[in-house]
Every structure is written in C-alpha cells, then in structure tokens.
C-alpha cells in the first residue's frame, strides 16, 4: 500500500506550509479527518450497495464513496461529505470529476429548507455567436470539443466552496484534505482508469502537460496498480485550502489558466475568472402520486421535463399495466418524445431567455400535451414539433448523498466529453471541460453530437449553456425518501424518470430501481434505445405493430449512484453498470 497511516499523521510527501497552517489552525479535527478519510479510503474499494441508520453515499469512484462516509463519520453532515466527494473525484475519476468543469446541487436541508447551487460553466466574455464558424458561415468540426476555444469558465470550485460556506460544518481545509492526500500521495490505479488512459493516449498527445498526467515519467503507459500521483494538482488544491475560491479564480491558478488559453487561442481571461460566480437558484418542484419531486431548474433541462413526463403519465395506473409492458413502454414513451421536442423549442439559461418553466410544468399543460395520445398508435416525432438540442456526453457522473438529520443532497457533475477538452492545464494539473459544445454553435446545424439547437441556446458572452443533468430529490410528506441522478448526456432525464417509476408506481427498493433495464426515446431521432431485458421480443413486436420505429439495443445506459430511505433505515447503491461503490453506517 503506497500509503502508511500512522494514528494522526498520513507519512508522504514533507508537509507544505499550507497543509502546516491546516494543523496549526485545527490540530485535532483537522488532522483527524485528515488521517481517518484518506487511511479508510485506500485499503477498501467498497460494496454496490449498503444500508445504515447515520449516513449513506453513493458514486462513481470507491475512494470518493470511501471519502465521503468519512466524512459523515467524522461528524459532517451530508453537505459536507458531498463537497469533499466532489473534490475527491476531481482526483480519481478524471473522465468526469473536476475543478475544471462544473455541476449542479440540488439540496434538502435538516430544517426542510430546499435549495439549488448552479456552478454551470459560462462562455468566456470574448465569445462570440459565430465563434466555430468559417468565414463562409460553416461549422469548423472539432474547434466545439477540442481546442482551447472550446471551454466555459469553470464553475466547480465556486460552487462548491459556497455550497460549503453556507450549509456545512467542517472547514474547507478539512474537507479538501482527503483530495489533496489522495492527489499528492497517489493510490493503486484502478484499471479501468488506465485502460482509458491508454485509450485515449492520442488525444492526450498534442498537450504535453496533459500526456505527462496519464503516463510514467518515460512516457510509457501506466498499468493497473501503478500508484497515480498528481503533484500539480495536489500544489491547486492546496491553493484552494489555503485562499479558498481566490486560490482557483485569482493568483497562481488564475496565471496558468489564462498562459494555456494564450498557448491555445483560448478565450478565458482574468476577468473571466474573477467575475465568475456560482449562483442559488430555487429548485423546480412537482407533485407525483403524493410525492414531492425537487430537481434542478434552468440552465438545466433535467427537472422541468422530469417533472412535465410525470405529470403526463400521473392520470394512468403504471402499476397495474406492469414494468415494461407494451402499454407501459408506449406511454413513457410518448411522454417522452412530447417532453424533449418543448426542450429544443424553450429551454435555455433563464438569465438570458425567457423560459416559460411554469407552463411547461402545469398539470393541465401536461395533460393538453398528451391530448393526443393514442393508446393504440405511436405518433409521429414529426407531427410533435420540429429541433432539437445540445447534450452531455455520457462521462458526466453523480453523487448521492443522505445523513440521518434529513439533510439529502444530489450532486451532477461534469466536463462534458469523456476527460473534456483532453488539455490539462500546465503546472496547475487539472483538465479543462469542452462544454462550449453545448451551446448551438449555429442555429439548425447539428453539433458533434449530431444534434441541432435554437434561439433559446445560442451562444452569448456570459451565458450558461443548456444542461440536461437532472440531480433529484423524492420527498414523502416534506422528508426526504429518494436521492437519484445520472450522467448519460439525453438519457439523463428518462434514466431518472425510471428511478422515480421503478420505486413509486412498481414498488422496488432502491436496488432493484437502479438495476433494472432502461429505455429512453428523446424525440429525435425517432428510435427507441434499450439495454438488453428492458424491451422483451414480444413488447418489440407490439409495438412495432402499433408505429413504433428504430428500435436499437445498446449496453448501457445511464449510472444512478442513489439512496433511498426506508423508515430509520438508509440504504446507497451503486449502478452495477459500472464500477462505483455505495457505503452507509
């Protein structure tokens, strides 16, 4: 084990002055939260799933899981762990946690209180409409996701800081700690993390800050079991413990942003970084068969559609037509193709376009939207509506976090593509996102994603892009019973959607509501994408017969780290279609 833990100190790398200053100012609860998380987290990769009465987490990263039921041991709440997670897989899970990307939270606080933290990126201020266009008007193919004009201004470290500042208990230093030990002193390389490496070797090669991070100091690949140092990263997060959000948006960090936008053409500046701030936001609320559903508003997509398909399918009994019956699958579906072709038509950043969120989540508009529905025919995508809309790749990951005083925290986060723009920023050890992707480069033209935006999500100097993360609470009687997200890009919100079925209308536990096989149709194109058992040969052929078209099975789909509350119990899982993990005491 490259790490020796002694009873009150982690034996290393010699102690920066900053992480000295940690001790002087907190030398127990500092020093102990120190040790005790990062010493838990190596030796154990953890379980699936895991139930407990105090606290229970789950996500995409072991160590991160392992990070953040430490935290709740040590006595945070479940803002806490949720904010150490977040810095923790910035870390060890590279293709999605980050610094240099962005994220949304959605909260639930002991007191009942609900809260919303957009730390979404913004377009620098130099940007411009036309700006992955030739000067004959066409899009200039990869300028959106793999240059420097391709990222936002990263959001990640704002947000989570305030998030912090305002609703936690343990200091910044003690929460990035764990991060900053697991940065500086390495730990065994899972591998799938190196087998990604190796992947995507040749689009790491044209930055050599970026080829150095993902191999040996020879330029060989890194194996699985190698311990994965990252001593830039490790100096940024200890710049962020000491000086907060100035040791990130101002100072050293700041330098060596704006030097590797100048090295590339970028367009992020001092100013762009100074000005940046994380903003609250109320999150949008909907009623589902007596449950409250609490989700992310614009700049994401995610929670007014997940509400509007709810309340599409609310007047008919899911139950009784059964999981994954013809009826069933015709009607979520359905819902689903009304609900993505409103996105294209009217979701954007709120603070630039007038978004009609109360419309589109009014019962009654729900139910004039599926006026139409016919239980015996499959209507046209083309008779729906007309666009379509940005989207995230599936390399977003999510956290879910509950504690035993009601405090719920659903946390998304991304850089957008698979490890973003691929560039790592010289000397400060961070990737950068390629979330500018997520703009409409140019109305009625498709993005890499082959995808077509609008009006609503153009893009505009300081304007977030449109989002479909969908981080979710499922509140019964004002208490928390349900905390559920994804990644998966257009797949997020009808991932989502079937977490909340699977446990409210087919009673599953939270295992079984996460493991079982999913569907998602997103208007356009006019296909049905299942995971093998999610569709059987005799509902295909069903609802072939009735116009459904372009079915097309894939092997994933989504990866809904959730937990779930059963009386005094508390029980995390993990997706089993990757390799997270799910802790709980």
């Given amino acids: 084990m490259p790490l020796m833990c002694g009873a009150l100190e982690i034996v290393g790398e010699p102690m920066t002055s900053i992480e000295s200053d940690m001790r002087r100012q907190r030398p127990a609860a500092a020093l102990a939260l120190f040790a005790v998380v990062v010493c838990t987290a190596l030796p154990s990769y953890g379980s699936q799933e895991a139930s407990g009465r105090e606290g229970a987490v789950a996500s995409r990263s ?64 130099e940007a411009r409409r036309d700006m992955f266009q030739d000067d004959n008007g066409a899009i200039v193919e990869g300028l959106s996701t793999a240059s420097h004009l391709a990222v936002g201004v990263p959001g990640t470290v704002d947000g989570l800081l305030n998030v912090l500042r305002r609703h936690g208990t343990l200091t910044r230093q003690q929460i990035i700690a764990p991060a900053l030990a697991l940065a500086r002193d390495g730990f065994p390389l899972p591998a799938d993390l190196a087998a990604q490496f190796e992947r995507l070797r040749g689009r790491f090669e044209p930055y050599p800050a970026s080829l150095a991070k993902f191999t040996r100091d020879d330029g060989s690949p890194l194996a699985a079991g190698d ?191 698979g490890y973003g723009s691929k560039i790592v920023v010289t000397g400060a050890g961070f990737l950068l996102n390629n979330e500018m992707d997520d703009f409409s480069s140019k109305p009625g033209v498709p993005n890499s994603f082959g995808l077509v935006g609008g009006e609503a999500n153009a893009i505009e100097p300081g304007k977030r892009m449109l989002s479909s993360m969908t981080p979710t609470l499922v509140l019964k009687g004002g208490e928390p019973v349900l905390v559920t997200g994804s990644p998966g890009g257009s797949t997020i919100i009808t991932t989502v959607l079937q977490v909340v079925t699977n446990v409210i209308d087919h009673g599953m536990d939270v295992g079984t509501a996460v493991a079982t096989p999913r569907f998602h149709h997103q208007w356009l194109p006019n296909q049905v994408r299942y995971e093998p058992g999610a569709v059987s040969a005799d509902t295909r052929t069903s609802l072939e017969k009735i116009g459904h078209v372009g079915f097309r099975e894939t092997p994933g789909i989504g990866d809904a780290n959730s937990v779930m509350r059963v009386g005094d119990e508390i029980t995390a899982r993990s997706d089993p279609r990757n390799a997270g993990a799910a802790a709980a005491y």
């Fill in 62 to 125: 072991p160590l991160a899981t392992q990070v953040g039921i430490g935290v709740l041991r040590q006595g945070g709440n479940a803002i806490d762990a949720a904010v150490a997670m977040g810095f923790a897989l910035a870390v060890t899970h590279p293709s999605a946690g980050n610094i240099g990307g962005g994220g949304f939270m959605v909260i639930r606080l002991a007191d009942g209180e609900l809260v919303a933290n957009d730390h979404r990126e913004k377009a620098p201020l």
């Fill in 227 to 417: 311990v994965f140092r990252q001593p830039d990263l490790a100096a940024t997060l200890a710049r962020i413990a000491e000086h907060g959000r100035g040791g990130f948006y101002e100072g050293t960090t700041a330098d060596l942003i704006v030097t590797e936008m100048a090295r590339g053409g970028g367009l992020i500046s001092h100013r762009d970084l100074a000005e940046y701030r994380s903003v609250w936001r109320d999150p949008v609320r909907g009623t589902y068969r007596g449950h409250e559903i609490v989700s992310m508003p614009p700049p994401s997509s995610g929670g007014a559609l997940l509400i509007q398909m709810l309340n599409m399918l609310e007047p008919y009994d899911l139950a009784s037509l059964g999981r994954g019956s013809p009826p069933t699958v015709h009607l979520m579906v359905e819902a689903e193709r009304r609900a993505y072709a409103d996105r294209a038509e009217y979701l954007g950043d709120a603070d630039f376009y007038d978004v009609p969120l109360a419309r589109l989540m009014d019962k009654d508009y729900a139910r004039s939207r599926f006026a139409d529905f016919d239980p015996d025919a499959a209507s046209r995508s083309a008779d729906i509506g007309a666009g379509t809309w940005p989207t995230e790749s599936p390399e977003t990951t999510h956290v879910s976090v509950m504690d035993a005083h009601g405090n719920a925290v659903a946390y998304t986060t991304t850089l957008n593509l």
